[in-house]
């Protein structure tokens, strides 16, 4: 991801477009369960269900950072 700014947030019910966009170009299901996503530039970039561990992110953008940041959130929810 570039330098800008990544927005890590709960999955809202108006993002089930964007989730499933996001799905297609990662050749993937949406993940089942409560989302947590990555948002950059207003686009969601990669999301993550910290209940299965699965994660959909775009491979069209250098996203590592983001799912990273997604993967730490998740652990952190599950020790809360």
């Known amino acids: 991801m570039s330098a800008g700014t990544v927005i890590i947030r709960a999955a809202l019910g108006s993002d089930g ?10 050749s993937a299901r949406v ?15 990669a ?10 992110a775009d491979p069209f953008r250098p996203t590592a950072q ?4 997604l993967h730490l959130r998740g652990s952190m929810m599950r020790a809360a």
């Open 17 to 26: 477009a964007a989730l499933r966009r996001l799905a297609e170009l990662d």
């Open 66 to 69: 983001a799912v990273e940041l």
């Open 47 to 56: 999301a993550h269900s910290p209940g299965s561990g699965a994660t959909i």
């Open 31 to 45: 993940p089942a369960g409560e989302l947590l996503v990555a948002e950059s530039d207003g686009a969601l970039v």
